[in-house]
């Protein structure tokens, strides 16, 4: 194998398992988002039926309005990622499966589907880490084998 066939395997395959992470990421951070909308939310009153009704303000019942709404748009956004997040790393896994190495098969699925730093993936599996950087090269083009399809060689769309 060519030296310039291995980095482009690797590239593809990587951009692949990347995408995977990445999606992972936005996953924790829409997350991470409602939950501060959450706690925001608790300074948020609805009607006040005691305070004086002749004052004609709306503001406490659109404060409430407007902060559930949000609420509503983060949750669904938070929804459809997290759907496709978990069918991304469904069909990774199912991919992954079918590698040879059984170590290579386990480093990607720590990294890469289940969001693992490398200095974890090298504790969990008793590596160094520089024997787990060699590792992870030759999982990453290995990777390529088994990939989708549609990630080896991406079509270039015209502009």
């Not at 008793?126 to 024997?131: A, K, N, Q, V, W």
Request: charged share 30%.
């Amino acid at each position: 194998m060519t030296e310039e066939w291995e980095q482009y395997r690797y590239a593809q395959a990587r951009a692949w398992l990347e995408h995977i992470r990445a999606l992972g990421e936005r996953v924790e951070s829409t997350k991470a988002l409602i939950d501060s909308e959450r706690n925001m939310m608790d300074g948020v009153r609805g009607i006040d039926y005691g305070a004086d009704g002749g004052s004609g303000s709306s503001a406490p019942d659109d404060a409430m309005v407007n902060a559930i709404a949000k609420m509503q748009r983060h949750i669904a956004e938070y929804a459809a990622l997290l759907s496709e997040y978990e069918d991304e790393r469904y069909d990774a896994r199912n991919h992954l499966a079918k590698m040879e190495g059984h170590a290579e098969r386990q480093a990607l699925t720590y990294r890469y589907l289940l969001g693992w730093s490398w200095d974890d993936v090298c504790a969990a599996m008793f590596y160094t880490h520089d024997g787990m950087m060699k590792l992870r090269r030759r999982a990453i083009v290995s990777a390529y084998d088994v990939m989708p399809l549609e990630w080896r060689d991406p079509v270039q769309h015209a502009l």
